[in-house]
């Protein structure tokens, strides 16, 4: 039986990682099939390691080309210890960022060329391609706004220290990729309280998988 891939994308400050805490077990509750949360950058042993290598805050000197292929490198290795087994086994794999994440933030923010950064990632992932991607859109001056003020409760990365104008060059790249692929990606407005978010979310999934979903979880 095949899995199902599907991935969370988004520019810093969306909101993902506490959409995805809360809608995780709310999916699992209306599925049969085991429901497996995974995150990029890391999600393997050697794909933490990369992850601490890239965030690493006192890395400064870092190549923007380095730090893509160190990204592929990582994703490479936990799509084939982690993803790829997970979805032989009939599983729903849900990751927190993939391919399109490099796509927005090497390709259009770090300006190294979107096409080249989509073209080396398909070395890397042999072209496999997320089933359905929920895109968590947020303007960058508001998911600015709330990493500066969650500041002292999250570590403060050498990727959330760049520019507005970094910022806004992801999202519009995001932008541009959801409306390029609007059957692979579903946009949901993240500035709307979390709650909504998360029922939207649950909402676009139930749809994807209808065929699985238990009606009274
Ligand atoms: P993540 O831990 O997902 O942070 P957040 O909770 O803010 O989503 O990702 C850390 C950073 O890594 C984030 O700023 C986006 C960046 N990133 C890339 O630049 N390229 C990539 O391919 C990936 C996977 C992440």
């Known amino acids: 039986m095949a899995g199902t891939f599907i991935t969370f994308e988004g520019p810093d400050g969306a909101g993902k990682t506490s959409v995805l805490a809360a809608l995780i077990p709310q999916l699992a509750a209306h599925l049969t099939r085991p429901v497996r949360l995974t995150r990029e950058p890391g999600g393997a042993q050697l794909s933490e390691k ?41 599983d729903v794999v849900v990751c927190d960022r993939f391919v399109d994440s490099s796509v927005a933030y090497q390709g259009a ?81 993240a500035t709307q309280p979390m709650a909504e978010v998360v029922a939207a979310c649950l909402a676009a999934l139930h749809v994807y998988l209808a065929d699985d979903w238990q009606a009274n979880a």
Do not use: C
Request: net charge negative; proline share 4%; aromatic share 4%.
């Open 50 to 90: 990369i992850r601490e290598l890239i965030l690493d805050p006192a890395n400064t000197a870092m190549d923007a080309r380095t730090e893509a292929l160190l990204y592929a490198a990582s994703r490479r290795q936990h799509l084939v210890e982690v993803i790829e087994p997970a979805l032989e086994a009939g």
């Open 109 to 189: 923010g770090r300006q190294i060329g979107e096409a080249a950064v989509l073209a080396m990632n398909q070395f890397a992932t042999g072209g496999r391609t997320p089933d359905l991607t929920i895109y968590l859109d947020v303007p960058s001056a508001v998911g600015l706004a709330r990493i500066q003020a969650h500041r002292s409760d999250r570590q403060y990365d050498r990727l959330d220290q760049e520019s507005q104008a970094f910022h806004e060059r992801v999202r519009a790249a995001y932008l541009r990729l959801a409306e390029q692929d609007p059957a692979r990606i579903r946009t949901i407005d």
